[in-house]
């Protein structure tokens, strides 16, 4: 499960956020396992990925608060 990476499309829909706000999140340090992925040949993705770890972490500190 850890070495299990989301991309940014996936992320938003898994959190229920625009990718916009799942990059914000990105560059403020939410996701610490992101790595820069591959290209995938999509105009306007930069291509980052986040464990599923992290971004199950993220959606129980989001329930906590």
Known sequence: ???Q???VPQI???IGRSKQTVYKLIKDGEFPSV???AS???RGESGYE???YDIEA???R???A
């Open 5 to 7: 990476y989301a991309t």
């Open 62 to 64: 989001r329930a906590e």
């Open 50 to 52: 986040v464990t599923l």
């Open 58 to 60: 993220y959606l129980r």
């Open 35 to 37: 790595r820069k992925a």
């Open 40 to 42: 995938n040949g999509f």
């Open 12 to 14: 938003a829909r898994a």
């Open 1 to 3: 499960m850890f070495d």
